[in-house]
């Protein structure tokens, strides 16, 4: 009986030892698993936050980019600066099954288009910023050149002004890249027409910066003798050669600046011109001239360049004698714009050409520029 007794005690022992290992066993994998799982979907969330930003090609290609903006076109045309941005969505169709939807805010940009168009230029914020080329590479706003009046006429300035950001290009790195667009503007309150006329994106200064390894400098207390000298007497005669008059260095006005991270003791900036709807090259027909410059028409050059040696004009003139087929080329090349705007635009250019191919006319021109050129 005892025999049994002390059997029946061993069992109970044995349970109960076996009962203390796998009890606090159990709580242990209990505490455990929430921890694991918050560790698994922190992991998780880390992934998301890391993933790549969409790469967007916007100014990667020279295809037109088919575009529609939905906004308050009925409000935006009342051309009321007071009543602030307003809202929209930007659809860009990169190709039949690539469409990236963004909503932006809309502004009115510049000033006398503002006053002389009937639609006014824009510029675009993105309520979320696009990427362009890396993550750095980000698009918080962006500028959208728009058509003056609603024609093909006005759609030709358009792809002639273009044209002058992609002559630029070949003159030099430090420009700004430009996108043409095929934009469709959609009103909101449906009170006006779908309009479908050409636009154009302007790279961002930022990205123009980040692209070339340089800072964008927005001191207004800059003259042109702050500026590399071959870099303001290249854009300055390239400003001579297209007839823009509209540009000032103090004010950046029609002008970003830039300055190389490289060391450079004396910090000279690099300018980078923009908005080249009045040049003569360009020709539109709302254009003005400054008559404190004593221009008689839009067509007519004057060089406002800082006074540099005879020796700098010289190389200068050279570099562009030895990049005329390229520049000819951007025009002719061109597929979208009209023969007989093509026409004109490379007999303007020949009218600047022609004072190249002899040292005589080289030696006329440069006294122009001698002649005319602000001395700081």
Same mark, same amino acid.
């Given at each position: $009986?005892?025999? +049994? ?24 994998? &209990? ?6 799982? @918050? ?14 930003? %969409?790469? &967007? ?32 969505? &930007?659809? $860009? ?18 000033? #006398? ?8 230029? !824009? ?25 003056? @009046? ?11 002004? *273009? ?7 070949? =003159? ?12 469709? *503007? ?11 006329? *050409?636009? !154009? ?5 930022? !990205?123009?910066?980040?692209?070339? +390894? ?12 702050? $500026? =590399? ?15 823009? #008059?509209? #540009? ?10 830039? %300055? ?13 011109? *923009? ?42 003139? %050279? ?5 005329? +087929? ?35 006319? !080289? ?7 001698? +002649?005319?050129?602000? %001395?700081?």
């Amino acid at each position: $009986m005892f025999k +049994n007794a002390f059997k029946v005690i061993d069992h109970l022992i044995g349970f109960k030892k076996q009962y203390l290992i796998i009890i606090p066993l159990f709580f242990f994998i &209990l505490s455990v698993i929430p921890a694991l799982s @918050q560790v698994d979907s922190s992991k998780i969330k880390s992934e998301k936050e890391k993933k790549p930003p %969409k790469i &967007l090609p916007l100014f990667d290609s020279n295809e037109p980019l088919n575009v529609t903006l939905r906004f308050n076109m009925t409000q935006f045309l009342k051309k009321n600066k007071k009543a602030g941005s307003l809202d929209g969505v &930007l659809m $860009m169709h990169f190709n039949e099954t690539d469409t990236v939807d963004k909503n932006v805010k809309i502004k009115y940009r510049g000033i #006398w288009r503002f006053a002389n168009c009937n639609f006014p230029p !824009i510029q675009i914020n993105f309520k979320k910023p696009i990427y362009v080329f890396s993550d750095s590479g980000k698009i918080n706003k962006m500028k959208l050149v728009t058509h003056c @009046q609603t024609s093909p006429l006005f759609d030709e300035y358009i792809l002639r002004e *273009y044209l002058v950001y992609k002559l630029y290009n070949v =003159m030099t790195d430090s420009s700004f890249r430009v996108r043409l667009l095929k934009v469709t *503007y959609l009103d909101t309150e449906n009170k006006k027409k779908p309009i479908t006329q *050409y636009g !154009i994106f302007i790279e961002p200064a930022s !990205i123009l910066a980040l692209r070339t +390894n340089s800072m964008v400098i927005e001191s207004l207390n800059l003259t042109q003798k702050h $500026m =590399m000298p071959e870099v303001i007497g290249k854009m300055a005669v390239f400003l001579y050669m297209v007839a823009q #008059w509209d #540009w000032d260095i103090p004010s950046q006005h029609n002008v970003a600046i830039i %300055k190389p991270l490289k060391f450079d003791p004396a910090g000279l900036g690099v300018p980078v011109p *923009y908005d080249f709807d009045l040049t003569g090259i360009v020709n539109a027909e709302y254009a003005v001239t400054s008559d404190e410059l004593g221009l008689e028409n839009i067509r007519e050059r004057l060089f406002r360049g800082i006074c540099q040696s005879r020796e700098m004009y010289q190389e200068i003139l %050279k570099e562009f004698m030895s990049k005329k +087929n390229a520049l000819y080329a951007v025009v002719n090349e061109f597929p979208y714009l009209s023969q007989r705007s093509k026409k004109d635009i490379i007999m303007y250019l020949d009218t600047f050409f022609d004072q190249l191919n002899k040292q005589k006319d !080289i030696d006329l021109l440069i006294n122009n520029f001698l +002649n005319t050129c602000k %001395k700081l």
